[in-house]
């Protein structure tokens, strides 16, 4: 027959019984090695031929459950007839499956390796196989397996470690390369190299035999049940589980259960068949099979790459990979679709499964997101509802990349169409339907999370809500918004979101693939009445992501029309444009442009626009600058049409000219920095004759402002002009009078830049028309300033000497003008009487910017005339000193009554007088600084401080006596002026026009105190960004300064010396308890900007120049010494004068509640590479230079029952926290002063539960003070003395003392121990022996002495300097006998005798033995 004939290939009857048997006994794990005469060919020919004929026999039959008789018995007999032993065919065909399974076979070997298992496969399926024993479960997992093994294995490694080093590269947080990773790499390296090279052809042959088995399984699977094979149904499972990535597939498959599997062509196809195969009752349980099936389906969903064990490796995101996965989706819905019920529960737990496995990679987030609200669409109401309660508790783990997760699957959700309940959902679960619940309760109850990274994801998810075309998102961001409607947040703040579920502890290996419960009650209501202020707060987050999140919300808010388009609002946006991150200014500009671009009609909008655009021409980041410039060229520069071609309905070209109008009329302070823009434009050549023909065009229109604006800032760097037009337009300036100051500023702007073309006539012209103009002094204040200046421009000529020659004919015929208009109001007995205030101040300014021009002309009458307005009244000079009167030489004259402006004018005029002629400066430096002081009007006030610190760059030396006088306005009484005065003494400072020298850095650094937030802030502003980048020293060398000079402390020989007037002391002091607050508002501001070197510095030098010195005597511990010892303490106790290394241990994890491990090994490899991390050998400085000086200190502050000791007491407590190692090493060496020290602080931590039982101190920590040292709950202290240098925390109070008695009395010898001095009662021995815990014995009671007290007989004891003893209090009229016996324990700050003085000694570092008897 031909089925034998087929066989005759395998040669199964010279197989001997022996190797058989021995094939069958080894389970088919290995096999020998056939005789040598027994030769079998690896031909895949025979193989197929062998496949054709037995394939009849599977197919052509019925199928039965049992495997009934009929033509599938004429198989078993065709082999039996032809003494065919099935058990060699078994074993040959074993032969070949386990001949592919090393990595080293030949194509050949791995082709017939999987026909073989095919074979074995096929014969499995026919029925019959059960009787005739043909099923061996290793066998058939082997057979399984030769697809992993065949196929070739250096491409899978080759993508997993692609997969790996992507998800390095592309995730947000990168764990450290191990080095263990190194070395397996090198090793599967090796073994690659040992691999057999395939080519293409081989790949496609192996291919085919793999198609083959496949099918193969399929028709068994169909035929043979697996109900009683468990394990093996798990191997197909997770063989079909990996092939479903085997290769892509085109276009979409199809999941139906009626397809023929021939008429399969891809792997994919036949994989997915297999899976759905397996989820039938035929394969076991229908909820085991579909839980097995769904657990391995979930890796591909997850893009993870899972093998026989261990962790998940995650797979890259390529094309093929992401196919993948949208056919796992499809393939879980089409299961749902057919099965209903049974694979929803199944359903329920992928999805749970999906979101705790969920990688923290944003992209698989997203996609993971989207792939979670394409199957819950699958879910019924009820299910749906049930699932979404389960997610808002989920979203509420302590884990971050879970509440990251449950955002992206919210906003996947508002993407889909809202559900409406039926009568099958629970009311209880009708709320968790709506879009509004996902709204309000998952995305927006985020807003204030623990961790920035979800504060900041929360509200981009908030701005995304807005573009999703769901009006139910919209209406319920709207809600939210609402002044006149509140709604209820479940979640409360959203603080932390922290869980008692444990599965978040579970690792991949440990979670199993069931039901993951969470359970949380805690349901607060939060009524939404501050939501706008939140958001605000949000944008000023101190986090970067935070706050560009909150620029985008805001935006999206503004833009929807969901929040009103105020002025306040809009400020937001822009004032973050000049945010301290440059991705935050980037992010702003951006925001600006959308709402500009939805919105471009709105003036406020379009201030806004330009309040924060404009200014980030002059950043200091190229990046923004480039910015910036891209956005005004984009809208104001390329939208520059001819006025033939503009129309009001074109959107751009108006939004053009309203900006233009803007930047003439309400955003003139603007202008600065738009001409920067234009001078990096003309360098780039970007003014073509085009746009200066179709400015021009518009001189003559409706927008001629915007026009000239343009010109003004493009006509000294532009081609060729129309000067016809120009000239036109000057001569209708000069007959007209209702153009504007802003445009006639930028015409004469025009005709300065276009005066070098000009002929000498009509220069001429020009020049006589300005003349007279300004001889008219009918002009504003900023005419005239732009004409003086345009006459400049044109009398400019080759030669200086001509130049000056046209000035002084021009402009000094301007100054005899305003002279004698002066001399006729200020000579004349009647002339301040008929004043005409804006002709005298016209006259004064003119004077002015004409005299700088030509200093020649300005003679002693001029400057005597314009001191006369400044002259003050006869009773301020006879107040005056001699040295200021003798400065006021026209006192001669009468007093003068010039009005405030007026006088405020003369200032500045005398102002620019001084700045041409330097005698003069010197002769009216004393009456600026006298007007400083003296004279109570705002305007004048204001101009000496402009006016001195613009000589101050002129004269840098003869004003630097004066700098104390102009600092002194810091504190003036006009926020005006303190602001003013703050900003140009920034200016000098960055110059180095002004140095910090004297009592300078203490009045600048006491604006951060003013009662103006926004001074405060800028003063902040200039100091951190300004100043402290030049001079990164700054704060640290005036550190301790501070201290002395905010408490008026003149006392110590090197600090708080430079002089200052009693006025000034008193303007500047911060002394007092009422000025606590505001004290150490500043040291903390020094300290948080100070490095931890300095920070290290900074205590050192405290304890040297502060602590010492009152230790040493040089400084009295008098009223205000104990002040300034106390103020020293608390600084000392300051969080922010921690270093990071310290601080940031304790603080760990505030952002990100639960890290990894790998992830704090990163953060720590991190700032070791930083340098950031502080030494063992600093630490020990630290500790050796401060104790000996604390002990000494706490000593003198016993014996004089200073208050002061309770702030030191706080101190040490936290110093031996933080240094607690180095504590115990250094008081190893004096144990006695150990147990001192540990039985002081013990008497203090009760001091402070005792005091906190009866009243509150919060007060006293907020005002900078020593901190509290525990919370309102009593367990507190006994945590703080655990993480000392103290034994754990006894049971009893006695227990701490008893037990470092015990050790010492353990090294002491045995006659010692029993002798008749007794000097400690123990519990055992003396039923009433008092525990030292701070209590006071009552009198007459048995006691004993301290452990330091001394006793007469004994001869060594420990009682040296700086260890504090406890005093008995001998009270007159006691029993000589009970004085020996009464022990008084007095709390450190009572007042106590005079202590008995002790002649006794010892060596601090050297070993000391006591007598303790027992």
């Known amino acids: 027959m031909e089925l034998i004939h087929a066989l005759d290939f395998l040669k199964l009857k010279d197989v001997s019984g022996g190797w058989v048997d021995a094939v069958w006994d080894f389970e088919f794990t290995e096999t020998e090695p056939l005789d040598a005469a027994i030769v079998i060919k690896n031909g895949s020919k025979e193989f197929k031929t062998l496949y054709s004929h037995l394939l009849p026999y599977m197919t052509d039959t019925e199928v039965s459950p049992l495997g009934t008789d009929g033509a599938s018995q004429s198989v078993w007999t065709v082999f039996g007839d032809n003494g065919v032993s099935v058990k060699s065919l078994v074993a040959v065909l074993s032969y070949f499956v386990l001949g592919g399974k090393s990595k080293t076979a030949s194509v050949q070997q791995r082709i017939s390796a999987l026909q073989a298992s095919s074979l074995y496969l096929l014969l499995l399926g026919i029925p019959g196989s059960v009787v005739n024993k043909m099923f061996h479960q290793i066998l058939f997992d082997t057979c399984l397996n030769t697809v992993s093994n065949c196929w070739p294995q250096s491409l899978v490694k080759k993508r997993k470690k692609d997969t790996l080093k992507s998800s390095q590269a592309d995730g947000k947080r990168s764990k450290p390369h191990r080095k263990d990773d190194d070395e397996m790499d090198v090793d599967e390296d090796e073994e690659q190299d040992e691999e057999v090279h395939l080519s293409p052809q081989d790949l ?108 998940p490796s995650l797979m890259m995101a390529t094309q093929a990979v992401l196919a993948a996965r949208d056919q796992a989706i499809g393939f879980v819905s089409h299961v749902v679709d057919e099965l209903k019920e049974p694979a929803l529960p199944f359903l329920r737990i992928l999805l749970q499964h999906i979101s705790f496995r969920m990688v923290d990679k944003t992209d698989y987030r997203t996609r993971g997101a989207q792939a979670v609200a394409k199957l819950l669409a699958k879910m019924p109401c009820g299910d749906y509802a049930s699932f979404i309660k389960w997610l808002f508790d989920y979203s509420r783990q302590s884990k971050v990349a879970y509440r990251m997760f449950a955002l992206d699957v919210s906003m996947a959700l508002l993407e889909q169409p809202e559900r409406e309940a039926n009568e099958n959902v629970d009311t209880e679960l009708v709320s968790f339907l709506s879009h509004r619940f996902l709204v309000h309760n998952m995305v927006f109850g985020r807003r204030s999370d623990a961790s920035p990274t979800v504060r900041g994801h929360a509200l981009t998810c908030l701005a995304q809500c807005l573009e999703l075309p769901s009006m139910n998102a919209t209406r319920s961001i709207k809600e939210l918004f609402s002044t006149t409607s509140a709604q209820t947040v479940l979640d409360g703040d959203g603080s932390d979101g922290s869980l008692n579920s444990q599965t978040t502890q579970k690792t991949f290996k440990t979670l199993p693939f069931k039901t993951i419960e969470i359970t949380n009650n805690d ?409 400083l002081e003296l004279c109570s009007e705002l305007a004048v006030r204001s101009n000496v401080v402009v006016v001195m610190c613009d000589l101050c760059v002129r004269y840098t030396n003869m004003v630097d006596r004066y700098v104390p006088n102009v600092s002194a306005c810091l504190r003036d009484k006009e926020p005006l002026i303190r602001k003013q005065t703050l900003t140009m003494l920034t200016n000098l400072l960055q110059e180095e026009f002004v140095k910090w020298k004297g009592s300078l850095f203490f009045r600048f650094i006491a604006v951060l105190v003013d009662s103006d937030p926004t001074i405060a802030s800028l003063c902040e502003y200039c100091l951190v960004h300004l100043l402290l980048k030049k001079n990164p020293v700054m704060f640290s060398q005036h550190f301790i300064e501070c201290i002395f000079h905010f408490n008026s402390y003149e006392k110590h020989k090197t600090y708080n010396k430079f002089p200052q007037a009693a006025s000034e002391k008193a303007k500047f002091s911060l002394k007092g308890a009422q000025n606590k607050e505001r004290r150490f508002t500043i040291y903390r501001f020094l300290l948080v900007h100070f490095t931890d070197a300095q920070r290290f510095n900074i205590t050192i030098k405290i304890s040297q120049n502060i602590l010492a010195c009152f230790v040493d005597g040089e400084l009295p511990l008098d009223g205000d010494g104990a002040v300034v010892l106390a103020e020293t303490f608390g600084i000392l106790s300051l969080k922010e004068i921690k270093l990071s290394a310290l601080s940031g241990a304790v603080g760990a994890g505030g952002d990100e509640p639960q890290e990894d491990e790998q992830m704090a090994m990163a953060k720590a490899v991190m700032q070791v590479a930083q340098k950031k991390v502080v030494s063992q050998v600093q630490k020990k400085v630290f500790i050796e230079s401060m104790i000996p000086i604390i002990i000494n200190l706490k000593s003198m502050l016993e014996q004089k029952r200073s208050p002061v000791l309770k702030d030191l007491m706080g101190y040490l407590q936290l110093t031996m926290q933080d240094y607690r190692s180095e504590v115990k090493e250094f008081f190893a060496a004096d144990e006695q002063l150990a147990v001192e020290m540990e039985y002081n602080l013990k008497m203090y931590e009760k001091e402070m539960e005792a005091q906190m039982a009866h009243c509150s101190l919060g007060g006293d920590a907020a005002s900078g003070g020593t901190p509290i040292l525990g919370s309102p709950a009593p367990t507190s202290a006994h945590r703080l003395l655990q993480t000392g240098f103290a034994t754990p925390q006894p049971v009893g109070p006695s227990h701490l003392l008893t037990q470092r008695l015990a050790q010492s009395d353990r090294r002491q010898p045995a006659k010692q121990r029993s002798g008749p001095h007794r000097s400690w009662v123990m519990v055992t021995g003396d039923r009433n022996f008092t525990p030292l815990d701070g209590s006071v014995k009552p009198k007459g009671g048995v006691c004993d002495r301290a452990i330091s007290t001394p006793q007469g007989n004994i001869n060594e004891v420990t009682f040296g300097e700086g260890v504090s003893a406890i005093f008995s209090d001998r009270r007159t009229g006691s029993k000589t006998g009970e004085e020996g016996r009464v022990l008084q324990l007095i709390s450190p700050d009572q007042q106590t005798p005079v202590p008995r003085q002790w002649n006794v000694q010892s060596p601090l570092n050297q070993k000391r033995t006591r007598q303790i008897h027992q």
């Open 204 to 311: 496609l042959k192996i291919r085919e035999g793999v198609v083959l088995l496949v099918k193969s399984l399929l028709r068994l699977l169909l035929k043979f049940p697996l109900k009683d094979e468990p394990q093996s149904a798990d191997n197909c499972v997770q063989m079909f589980a990996k092939l479903t990535n085997f290769e892509p597939v085109i276009g979409e498959l199809s999941f139906g259960a009626g397809q023929d599997i021939d008429d399969m062509r891809t792997m994919p196809e036949l994989a997915y068949y297999g899976l759905w195969l397996l989820c039938s009752s035929n394969h076991g349980d229908e909820k085991v099979s579909l839980r097995r099936v769904f657990h391995r389906v979930l890796y591909v969903i997850l893009m993870m790459s899972k093998g026989e064990s261990g962790k």
């Open 523 to 931: 349901h607060a209501s939060f009524e939404s009445k501050d939501t706008m202020a939140l958001l605000k707060r949000r944008v000023s987050d101190p986090k970067t992501n935070v706050r560009k999140c909150a620029l985008q919300a805001m935006m999206g808010l503004l833009k929807h029309n969901v929040i009103m388009l105020s002025e306040g609002n809009l400020t937001v946006l822009s004032e973050r444009t000049r945010d301290p991150a440059l991705s935050v200014k980037k992010k702003a500009l951006q925001c600006l442009m959308d709402l500009l671009t939805a919105h471009p009609e709105n003036s406020l909008v379009q201030k806004a626009w330009l309040r924060g655009v404009v200014p980030a021409v002059v950043d200091a980041e190229s990046s923004v600058q480039e910015k910036a410039l891209e956005c005004l060229e984009q809208t104001i520069l390329s939208q520059v049409k001819s006025h033939g071609s503009y129309s009001y309905r074109d959107a751009q070209q108006t939004l053009t000219w309203d900006l233009l109008g803007l930047l003439c009329d309400h955003c003139q302070d603007l202008g600065r920095y738009f001409s920067r823009a234009f001078t990096v434009w003309s360098k780039q050549n970007k003014f073509t004759a085009a746009f200066i023909n179709n400015l021009i065009s518009h001189t003559e229109a409706e927008h001629a402002a915007g026009a000239w604006l343009l010109l003004s800032k493009v006509a000294s760097s532009c081609p060729r002009l129309d000067y016809g037009k120009i000239l036109d337009a000057w001569d209708d300036l000069v007959r007209s009078k209702n153009v504007t100051v802003t445009t006639s500023c930028h015409i004469l702007c025009v005709i300065g830049d276009i005066g070098e073309h000009l002929n000498e006539d009509t220069k001429s012209r020009i020049v006589e028309d300005i003349i007279t103009w300004l001889k008219s002094f009918e002009m504003p204040l900023e005419v005239i300033s732009a004409s003086v200046e345009t006459l400049c421009r044109l009398g400019k000529a080759e030669a200086v000497s001509d130049t000056q020659t046209f000035l002084n004919q021009h402009c000094g015929e301007l100054v005899s003008v305003c002279e004698a208009y002066l001399s006729g109001v200020i000579l004349n007995e009647n002339g301040a009487q008929n004043l005409n205030e804006d002709l005298v101040v016209k006259h004064l300014y003119t004077l002015g910017v004409a005299s700088l021009h030509c200093p020649s002309k300005v003679g002693k009458r001029i400057v005597l005339l314009v001191q006369s307005v400044l002259t003050s009244s006869v009773e301020q000079q006879s107040e005056g000193s001699e040295e200021l009167a003798c400065s006021q030489p026209l006192s001669q004259f009468k007093a003068s009554s010039m009005p405030s402006s007026v006088r405020a004018h003369a200032v500045i005029t005398l102002g620019k007088l001084c700045l041409q002629h330097e005698e003069l400066t010197r002769k009216y430096l004393p009456a600026f600084a006298r007007e």
